[in-house]
């Protein structure tokens, strides 16, 4: 820039110097300017994970160690309980009513689970055809489903009661009373056999939702090919809902071994004749409850009940990675 001379007061000329600039503003940095929010804070993952930690930690986290803790004590129902190592569980062993209840248990998974993995999977195909009135039957089977457990056992005891609509029935064909709810065996199977009317509707849902993903490519080859309905099931179908059998065999096992509310209704509180309907879960539910209610040997019983049931789970896990391979 060039010089400039100015007049001064006094007459001189004085030389002005290049024009300094005025001193920019220093940018702030960018966390510093306003308007500005942090987004990214370490904790924003926590807090969102809370509200649902908090509801696993209060409502399963808590329960299930509490009730690990337990079964090592005495405790009773209005009484703290005193540290006595595994006697509660040495006690299993020698308690006729736990062995009874194991088999019965047991005897729900292996005449359950086979139903319920194969019969949804024939409704489900069934239902999945374009027939007239078909919407109908899809919204009957799965009525079940949506009613309560409890309104449906009072249902069926009202049917298989010695003075019910069935035994009506058959005492008008000269068939006879049928003790559907006095005999031992007979009233296990009934429970059986509500728990697998109410179950059809939910796990053909399932096998609806696999079968969308069925190629029908694949039946329309095997048709082509001479396969018949059978041979198209067994070669196309199974394989193509393997997993999801799987699924529906985990699901339906782990229920079927925790079954409380059909077998409570249809045997009553104490059992069946004699407590020999007794299952796991209402062994539990005798053993803890009331003002004397064994506590620790009641956690006891659901320990072996939550090891039980996830043995399950890990075999039926097991069992489709050796067919996957």
């Known amino acids: 820039m ?17 024009a300094a600039a005025p001193p920019a503003a220093a940018e702030a940095p960018e966390s510093r ?4 929010i942090r987004t990214h804070l370490p904790s924003s993952p926590w807090l969102f994970l809370a509200p649902g930690l908090l509801i696993v930690g209060g409502f399963s986290l808590y329960p ?21 190592g595994g006697a509660n569980y040495q006690e299993l062993i020698h308690d006729e009513m ?21 019969l949804p999977l024939l409704l489900a195909m069934l239902v999945q055809r374009h ?16 009613a309560s457990v409890v309104v449906v056992g009072l249902i069926w005891v009202w049917l298989l009661d010695d003075r019910g609509l069935v035994n009506s029935v058959l005492g008008a064909i000269g068939v006879g009373t049928v ?37 029908r490519e694949l039946h329309e080859a095997c048709a082509v090919d001479g396969a018949g309905a059978v041979r198209r099931f067994f070669t196309v179908t199974v394989p193509a809902v393997r997993s999801t059998m799987v699924l529906v065999g985990a699901l339906s096992s782990v229920a079927a071994f925790k079954v409380f509310s059909e077998v409570y209704l249809m045997a009553g509180d104490g059992g069946g004749p004699g407590g020999a309907d007794t299952t796991l879960v209402m062994l539990v539910r005798q053993v803890g409850t009331g003002l004397s209610g064994r506590v620790g040997y009641a956690s006891a ?9 996830l043995g399950l ?13």
Do not use: C, H
């Not at 004590?73 to 703290?80: N, Q």
């Not at 789970?313 to 391979?325: F, G, H, I, Q």
């Open 131 to 146: 027939l007239p009135g078909i919407t109908f039957f899809r919204s009957a089977f799965y009525t079940p489903v949506v």
């Open 301 to 309: 019983i659901s320990v072996v009940v939550f090891v039980v049931t």
């Open 2 to 18: 060039t010089a400039m001379t100015t007049g001064s007061g006094n007459g001189q000329a004085v030389q002005a110097g290049p």
């Open 64 to 84: 299930f160690v509490s009730t690990v803790l337990n079964s090592f004590t005495d405790a009773r129902t209005l009484v703290d309980g005193q540290w006595v």
């Open 33 to 36: 300017r306003p308007g500005r």
């Open 98 to 118: 736990f062995w009874i209840g194991l088999r019965n248990s047991a005897l729900y998974v292996l005449g359950v689970v086979p139903l319920l993995v194969v």
């Open 179 to 215: 003790p559907f709810l006095s005999d031992q065996w007979l009233l296990l199977l009934s429970a059986m056999l509500v728990t697998v009317w109410k179950g059809l509707g939910y796990y053909m849902i399932i096998y609806l939702a696999a079968l969308t993903n069925v190629p």
């Open 313 to 325: 789970m890990l075999l039926v896990l097991r069992a489709n990675r050796k067919e996957d391979r």
